[in-house]
């Protein structure tokens, strides 16, 4: 019989008073009981819309429905035909708005949690199962991969299950991409990164760190290497600035710097060689999930006050759900519908104030969501002491500018021609952020898987 509870199994998670001291992942996973409980409120739907919405159609129903008999290796088994970051998605796909979304029981109670089963499978297998490399028989293609982050990683990887003999070429020093150096551990610890980089591994995927395509080589100088193509997956790195006065002051972050020190260099330990000033009062700017998650670093740095900054309304923030729960229970305060239009420096240079203005909402502009209008007359100002500016990335422009016939648009992104990634220039494919800008992990793993499918379709004419 399923189980028609009308709510989803409640995720067990640190409380906050225990959580805002430390970096350690908030939600502490489901049981094996939980997740069959939670498992059996699936009516496995005929029509199974969950896996229309779900951008690399992984078989929902099928999934969960071993979990439901206690079967989990079986269950995994059926994840990673379709996902090559079980763990990864299950914590940070925004399943609210994809395959939770069309879940039938969300029509009368709550959606099933598929991204709790989902990351339950997965750590279940991580936890009772060692790596054991698989013995791909090689066809002596060559690949060549730019970028190891979530696009990068998943076309490689289905690359490698061909037989092509594929690189990943990582500008940074570690592998992973934004899931390293921009998603904090209490939401994404780095150990479930470091598997599925050792699981790709184990099937013959070579990474080379500390290489800049565009400056260690070009992608001409990978065709010359005996690549016989390449997948530009390199992501949406380069910081945006509002351009207003005073964004130059000592004090004031970009998102990613600020992330990248907490996560990658651990500011928040005291031996620390990057660290981070100690801050009374900060201002992040902007409502998205990378704001939620410097804020809630801010809280964990010791910050007394940490303030979003945004200028449409609560009900606009593009932010997943849960983050702002969860910020909200970690007492950041929301300033809503409103605009810094200047930041204020004292004699030494330093960050002490943002002046800021009210905005109202207007009519609907081309994102769809309603346009923010200067309130007249409502200038203020805010006193902080560092500001993080968390309003969007763009592709670095190093790989066009370095590779002649490489379309791009007037923001940097990578042309392709058609939803295989195809770009203008021969055996070159492109996806993720790097097309899309800043956009969700499942979608530029969906954008890896099917780069992968075309590049092999293509070789295969040859």
């Known amino acids: 019989m399923p189980n028609m509870d009308l709510k989803k199994y409640p995720m067990p998670s640190q409380s906050v008073e225990e959580r805002i001291k430390n970096f350690d992942e908030v939600d502490l996973g489901y049981t094996l009981d939980m997740a069959m409980t939670e498992a059996q409120r699936c009516l496995n739907c005929k029509t199974r819309p969950c896996v229309s919405s779900c951008p690399v159609n992984i078989d929902i129903p099928d999934f969960i429905a071993e979990v439901a008999k206690g079967n989990i290796e079986q269950a995994y088994k059926i994840l990673s035909k379709k996902t090559s970051l079980p763990a990864?998605?299950?914590?940070?796909?925004?399943?609210?708005?994809?395959?939770?979304?069309?879940?039938?029981?969300?029509i009368k109670g709550e959606s099933?949690?598929?991204?709790?089963?989902?990351?339950?499978?997965?750590?279940?297998?991580?936890?009772?199962?060692?790596?054991?490399?698989?013995?791909?028989?090689?066809?002596?293609?060559?690949?060549?991969?730019?970028?190891?982050?979530?696009?990068?990683?998943?076309?490689?990887?289905?690359?490698?299950?061909?037989?092509?003999?594929?690189?990943?070429?990582?500008?940074?020093?570690?592998?992973?991409?934004?899931?390293?150096?921009?998603?904090?551990?209490?939401?994404?610890?780095?150990?479930?990164?470091?598997y599925e980089i050792e699981k790709l591994?184990?099937?013959?995927?070579?990474?080379?760190?500390?290489?800049?395509?565009?400056?260690?080589?070009?992608?001409?100088?990978?065709?010359e290497m005996g690549y016989k193509a390449v997948y530009i997956g390199n992501g949406a790195a380069v910081p945006n600035f509002m351009e207003i006065p005073g964004e130059n002051l000592k004090g004031v972050y970009s998102a990613n710097e600020y992330l990248m020190r907490v996560n990658m260099m651990q500011a928040y330990l005291p031996n620390s060689k990057t660290p981070i000033r100690k801050s009374k009062n900060v201002a992040v700017v902007g409502g998205g999930n990378v704001?939620?998650?410097?804020?809630?670093?801010?809280?964990?740095?010791?910050?007394?006050?940490?303030?979003?900054?945004?200028?449409?309304?609560?009900?606009?923030?593009?932010?997943?759900?849960?983050?702002?729960?969860?910020?909200?229970?970690?007492?950041?305060?929301?300033?809503?519908?409103?605009?810094?239009?200047?930041?204020?420096?004292?004699?030494?240079?330093?960050?002490?104030?943002?002046?800021?203005?009210?905005?109202?909402?207007?009519?609907?502009?081309?994102?769809?969501?309603?346009?923010?209008?200067?309130?007249?007359?409502?200038?203020?100002?805010?006193?902080?002491?560092?500001?993080?500016?968390?309003?969007?990335t763009s592709p670095s422009t190093l790989i066009s500018s370095t590779t002649e016939g490489l379309e791009t648009d007037i923001k940097g992104r990578v042309i392709i021609k058609d939803d295989a990634g195809e770009t203008s220039r021969h055996a070159v494919y492109a996806g993720g952020d790097a097309v899309t800008g800043p956009a969700t992990v499942i979608l530029a793993m969906g954008a890896g898987k099917r780069a992968a499918a075309a590049i092999d379709e293509m070789l295969k004419e040859k």
């Open 291 to 392: 704001a939620m998650d410097a804020a809630r670093c801010a809280v964990r740095m010791g910050v007394e006050n940490v303030y979003i900054v945004y200028r449409r309304g609560m009900e606009e923030l593009p932010s997943r759900l849960e983050e702002i729960k969860h910020a909200q229970e970690e007492g950041i305060i929301f300033k809503t519908l409103t605009n810094p239009v200047e930041v204020i420096g004292d004699e030494n240079g330093q960050v002490k104030a943002i002046r800021c203005v009210e905005m109202t909402l207007g009519e609907p502009d081309q994102s769809g969501r309603r346009r923010p209008i200067v309130k007249e007359g409502s200038e203020f100002t805010m006193d902080v002491d560092t500001v993080i500016m968390a309003i969007g």
């Open 88 to 106: 990864v998605c299950g914590r940070v796909c925004p399943q609210e708005i994809q395959c939770e979304s069309k879940c039938v029981r969300g």
């Open 112 to 194: 099933v949690a598929i991204g709790r089963l989902e990351r339950f499978v997965a750590d279940w297998h991580r936890n009772n199962y060692e790596i054991v490399p698989e013995h791909v028989e090689c066809n002596g293609k060559k690949i060549a991969v730019i970028g190891a982050g979530p696009t990068g990683i998943t076309c490689a990887g289905e690359l490698a299950k061909k037989g092509y003999d594929v690189t990943i070429y990582e500008a940074l020093h570690v592998a992973g991409g934004i899931l390293v150096y921009g998603i904090p551990e209490f939401c994404l610890p780095n150990n479930v990164v470091e």
């Open 201 to 223: 591994k184990s099937i013959g995927v070579k990474i080379e760190t500390n290489t800049v395509i565009g400056k260690t080589f070009t992608i001409d100088d990978l065709f």
